[in-house]
């Protein structure tokens, strides 16, 4: 544990920081220091989104004025240290959400592919494309130890929704490699953390080396060729999938080249910070109890933070719940309800003010992300400088189920690529996927358009 | 799936037969040559790979039997056209040639598919990790919860987790099976009995060995290998691998495996104190993360018409759907002795296997995904504060009924009807207080007579009845629905594109009705009157 906090205090902090803002002491001190990089000046531009279910309240999400001049929302009060990094963008719908048989997986799935998504007949889990995500990994995570993240807090939920035909799994996959291929996801802090800074970690102990893994990793691709001079052309897609997933172990794992480089840029602060998180998750893991899922989150965030802070991964997606998810909030005051029922408010007050309460404790989250990144320094900028952050939700209202003027936000430019510090209202249906596009011209990756896209907003780049 | 389609799945299942494609038939470039100019003049501006409007893309369609596998979707697409439908305006409509063409074609195709039944291509596909836990648990002994420590699967089709379409493989997945084969391993090692099983007799060079191996090695620098620690691993490796792939191994195979050990024992293990053992634990782990083990393969014949497949891969089938796992030694035997396409014998083994305490899985995974009620009872949206008596272990003991109910139908009573009703059904204290049933005590679930209180097969389930409920009332619509989707195979179609969501009809008034009069009143809306 770093000088900062008693582990007494931090556990004493889960409950109190809560409601509060941000708390810098939690921050170690080294966090807040320059540290230098192998990456020199050029710093890498990263990307994450952070969703979450069941929409917002829509009378205190967006805020009344626009252009650079606004006041927060009551929802966006917990952004007010990071406004100024801030994009609010009204008005965009996810088309291909619109008229489906279903009201929350449909509108899911897609979110970040902006396609139609497939009714689940036999095998075809379908969500209509490559996910914005994943097409970024594609370009800019090839350098990092792992292309891309993908993160949530729940488990994925079983089965097909019998009255739609729709699998459950499309409520529990944003990032998607293509149609047809859902990325999976980590949902243990702990999991999550060692696969990625296990070895970092200063004083742990390690597992016993495995010398003989690339032997493996090499034999059992034989067995593929093998078995592929049997078989049709569907099963050798499935060994296809075997053969991608096992090199892409062998290309981080056994790339001794590729680690060193990695190691090398791990600065004490980073080792320290890492040491601090893997106490902090084993606290979790003790003494988290019943439904408060904060802390949680806010493990999963950190871990997001650290490896983009190490360049262990330049992009990310983060489910804040599965679709449709029914959380019991009750942790949170004046909450009794859970997520998916209040969200049906029939615009009640009593049930709309819960609603508010917990869309305010999502905002929290997404507040807490952005003023970690935010007080890492890469040369004079931040962190958040030269990430996009984008919190999205597939729906505008839970009570109406509709994917028009979606709650979206975008926190850091990028690079200096996206002029942030506003509130913006684009016209009425405009296709979020022309979101997508933008922020895909921002990382300087020419595509002719994405999902559903009928152009880009150039007036939101710089 | 409906009752009727159970019989027919299992028939599939069991038949043993699957139909691959490969070669490129005169029905299949005839279907081509009508249909995909058609396609590309009036369809394929939407329904194409990069719009898929409505999810459909026409370019997939090459092959004959692709038509008939999504035969339901062709179907649909004949009414649309039929009826002028599609394509739609103001899109050109087809002139009545090309709809005759396109209609008789793709008719002609689906009524041929019904007079003679293909089983379709069978895929390959990845142990659920259901099975992998399962599998581990028949080869090893060990109780390894797959479940827990790899993602999740999903669930495709009709709502299976053993359906190939969602048995993904990513990164994550792989690096955790490589995960799991070291620790799963480890445990065998570190566990004297059970390595003993696997390795009745280790090996380590005396010192005449060491001596020469030195001299060849140091003195001559020649490579070194001598025959004695290979023939031993032989014994044990293949032994291994074949009932984990659960077939024989080629020959191929065999050196493969062979000169892995190999490899692995010459180049630096031999001289360590126990480097044998070393080299064996590193070809187990090898072959536990090899696709062979990993995905069900089944050779696919490049013939154009349904064939048998092989007598190893049906026991495969046969133990996957009433075990979840691998097949066991007997039915290995039969499977090499006898012949499984005989009715007489694959009877018997399946007899056999359902009198086994492992068929309680087929139960555990089949009863529960099949009427959809697990994720309701293991995910409860149900309002805590009206149902307070709606606790854990009530749920538990209502997922319990369906399983064990099921269980007792399938062996002890064998007739599938008393799922549909029933005099009796198979309760604990705890669902039986809940129930209102007397008499019943402890923690053990046992047939109870119930017909005076309203139980009694599968519609007096309190799993289906609150899987087909809302968080705070019943629901008739959502009843109804399962109901004709489950039980009758006759699904509702789903709600016509127009209609309004119900919340959005914001009828602040619905909620001082009750629930017949909110439905009476949606009745008389036109929107909603569906005929």
Sequence with gaps: ?462 | MDLKHFRILIIIVLSGFVHQVFADTEADRRWRRISFPIFAKHCTSCHNAADKKGGIDLDLYYYVPSVISRGEMFQHLVELVKDNEMPPPPKPPMSKAEKDSLIDLINGILEDALSAPDPGPSVVRRLSNREYTFTIKDLLGIDFNAMEFFPKDGSGGEGFDNQSGSLFMTPLIIERYYMAADSIVRVVQNDEARWENLVPRSYSPGLIRRFTNWVKGTVFNRPIKWSKPTDLAKEIILPFATKTYRRFLSQEEQTDLIQFFDTIYFNGLWNKQNGFNEALTTSFKRILVSPTFLYKVEVNAPIHKPYPISNQELASRLSYLLWSSMPDDTLLRAAYYEDLHDDAVLNREAQRMMQSPKFERFSQSFAPQWLGVEETLLNPVADEKLFPEFTDALRRSMLDEVIDYFHYIFTERGNLLELLDSDYSLLNESLAGYYGVPGVQGSEFRPVQVADYGRGGILGMGAVLTATSLPNRTSPVLRGQWVLDQVLGTPAPPPPPDIPQLEEAKDGAHDELDVRRVLEKHRESPLCRVS
């Excluded at chain 1, 040491?275 to 989150?297: L, N, S």
């Excluded at chain 1, 839970?398 to 016209?427: A, F, V």
């Design chain 1, 1 to 462: 544990m770093t000088k900062s906090i008693s582990r007494r205090n931090l556990l004493r902090g889960l409950g109190a920081s809560i409601a509060l803002p941000f708390m810098e002491s939690l921050v170690p001190k080294q966090l807040l220091a320059n540290t230098p990089t192998r990456l020199g000046s050029k710093r890498p531009q990263r990307f994450a989104a952070v969703y979450m279910p069941n929409g917002v309240h829509p009378d205190r999400w967006t805020p009344t004025q626009f252009g650079s001049n606004f006041e927060l929302s009551p929802l966006l009060q917990p952004l007010k240290h990071v406004k100024d990094k801030l994009l609010v963008v009204g008005g965009l719908v996810n088309k291909n959400s619109v008229r489906t048989v279903e009201g929350h997986f449909t509108k899911t799935a897609n979110i970040l592919t902006s396609m139609p998504v497939a009714r689940t007949v036999d095998s075809n889990v379908d969500s209509g494309g490559i996910s914005v995500d994943q097409l970024m990994a594609n370009h800019i995570g090839k350098t990092s130890l792992f292309p891309s993240l993908q993160y949530g807090l729940d488990r994925m939920s079983s089965g097909v929704c019998k009255s739609t035909g729709i699998t459950r799994l499309y409520g529990s996959a944003i990032s998607w490699q293509s149609g047809t291929k859902p990325c999976s996801r980590e949902i243990d802090p702990r999991m999550a953390f060692d696969r990625m800074f296990r070895s970092y970690v200063p004083g742990k102990i390690q597992p016993a080396a495995d010398p003989y893994r690339q032997s493996v990793l090499d034999v059992v691709k034989n067995d593929v060729q093998r078995l592929n001079k049997q078989m049709g052309i569907e099963d050798k897609n499935k060994m296809g999938e075997y053969l991608d997933a096992v090199r892409s172990i062998e290309k981080r794992l056994d790339n001794l080249d590729s680690l060193k480089d990695f190691e090398a840029q791990i600065t004490p602060d980073m080792r320290d910070e890492l040491k601090c998180m893997d106490i902090r998750i084993d606290e979790w893991a003790e003494y988290a109890e019943g439904v408060d899922v904060t802390e949680k989150a806010r493990l999963m965030i950190d871990i997001m933070v650290l490896a983009f802070w190490s360049d262990a991964s330049r992009v990310a997606t983060f489910m804040l719940g599965n679709s449709a998810s029914n959380r019991n909030f009750s942790f949170l005051d004046g909450v009794h309800d859970t997520h998916h029922a209040v969200s049906h408010h029939k615009s009640d007050p009593r049930l709309m003010e819960q609603y508010a309460r917990i869309g305010f404790w999502h905002m929290e989250q997404y507040a807490y992300f952005l003023e970690r990144l935010n007080a890492i320094k890469e040369g004079d900028q931040t962190l958040l400088d030269n990430s996009m952050i984008l919190f999205c939700s597939g729906l505008r209202d839970g009570m109406r189920h509709s994917p028009y003027d979606l709650p979206i936000l975008i926190g850091g430019s990028g690079g200096g690529r996206i002029k942030t510090g506003q509130n913006i209202r684009m016209e009425d249906k405009t296709p979020l996927a022309n979101l997508h596009h933008t922020m895909l011209t921002a990382m300087d990756i020419e595509v002719n358009g994405f999902g559903d896209s009928n152009g880009y907003f150039s007036e939101l780049l710089v």
